[in-house]
Structure formats: structure tokens, C-alpha cells
């Protein structure tokens, strides 16, 4: 299990995150909504490690990670795996490069064996035999779904997705929360989803957390974020101006 503890950060003179608290129950998938500006992107980095927190705890299978110096931290990371918002593909790097890559770091493998890895988690997110293709030459889905595969590579316990339908068409943001759900489930991690969209965040969340000003307004199940009496939650998912909170 994940659990940030009272953690505050400030970036500059902007209070971003504010005394939250969140647990992130293993093996589902909970994803966390705000509006833009509201410390979504900011979390996900400390969840990972990559911004420390000014005060509070971030535990990850019962270790702070918050007190732990950058080689700790590393290996902490390779329990995560992560698909960033516009995919971070190496262009240099052929599709199955790319997916190589977190193997050849942290893995001992043969050659054979690393190439057979490859081509497994390709097939898991429908891009069969698009080894030899560079980055370049790929759609906007066809770059997340490699992303994805690179993600899963080494086996992470957790998952991190920034914005993972941001730029998609309706058809391949399906897709790409098909895969979400079908990698949960196919390899029991725990997963986190920052996302603004409502209709992914329903198809793959098993659980919701709203930010606002910097603290969680809202844990719970999609089915109770739709039925709470919290006007603050309904606003944001009825997408009305009009409400409590106001549309700066």
C-alpha cells in the first residue's frame, strides 16, 4: 500500500498541496481528479520520488520514501512503473529498444529472453511485430500503448499514469482504459491515474480522490461520487460554473 501522511508542498509562493492524506489500496486502481492547478501532477511526483515534501510522510510498502537518499530511492522506483503524458519514447531508439531498455538496466537477462519479454508486452496492448519502428513513425495511441508496454516491462508492483487519454480521440482513449483495466488485472498491481477525464476516470477507477486547494475533498467509489451531497464533488462532475467553487 501507498499512504501520504500530512504532506504539504510549496512551490514559490503557491501553497500546492496542503496537509493531504490519501491511502491507495493495493491491487486497485484509484484515480485522482482536480481541476488544473490543483496539485494532481505534483503528487504523482512525490509518489515517486522525484519532489519531496516540505512536511509529511509518503509510505510505500511500509518505508518513508520521503527520508530516503537518491540510491534508496532508486530502488525503490523499480517497483514503479510509469506512462508519462506524451509517452517519453526515446526517439533514437527503435519500439523495441525502448521497451528493452528498463530490462537491460535492471535485469539479467539473455538476450533471448529479453527479446521474448519485448514481444510479450507488445502483444498485451495489441502492437504485435512493431519492433523495428522508430517513435517517429507512430500515431498518438500507437506511441502511448509502447509506453505502456515499457511500463509494465519489469513487472512494477504500482503504475503511475499522467493524463494517459490526454490528445486521443474518443475511440483510442477507450483503447488505451481497456488496457488500463486489462493490465490491473492481468498483473494485480496497484495503479494511480491522474487524469480530467471524467469518462476514463468511471471506466478504469475502483476508486476516486477529488483535490481541491491542495487537500482531498473526496475518497470513495465512482458510484458514491455520483450519489454524495458534497456540492463541491458535484460540481466538478457535472462540469457547472455555477457552484461553490469558482471558475478562475
Known sequence: MIQLEGVSKRLGT???LEDLSLELPTGLTTVILGRSGTGKSVLLKHIIGLMHPD??????DGEDIASLD????????????????GAALFD???????????MREHLRLEEAELQRRVAERLSWVGLEGVEDMKPSS???????????????????????????????DPIMSDVINQLIRSIQQRMNVTSVVVTHDLHSAWK??????????G????????????TTSDMIVRQFIEGRSEGPVAAV
Not at 55 to 60: A, K, L
Not at 204 to 213: I, K, N, S, W
Not at 215 to 226: C, H, I, K, L, Y
Open 14 to 16: 503557491k501553497q500546492v
Open 55 to 60: 512536511e509529511g510522510r509518503i509510505v510505500v
Open 70 to 85: 537518491e540510491n534508496e530511492l532508486n530502488r525503490v522506483r523499480r517497483r514503479f512503473g510509469m506512462l508519462f503524458q
Open 92 to 102: 533514437s531508439l527503435t519500439v523495441g529498444e525502448n521497451i528493452a531498455l528498463p
Open 138 to 168: 507512430l500515431s498518438g495511441g500507437m506511441k502511448k500503448r509502447v509506453g505502456l508496454a515499457r511500463a509494465v516491462a519489469i513487472d512494477p508492483a504500482y503504475i503511475l499514469y499522467d493524463e494517459p487519454t490526454t490528445g486521443l
Open 204 to 213: 478504469v477507477g475502483d476508486r476516486v480522490a477529488l483535490l481541491h486547494e
Open 215 to 226: 487537500r482531498v475533498q473526496f475518497t470513495g467509489t465512482p458510484a458514491e461520487a455520483e
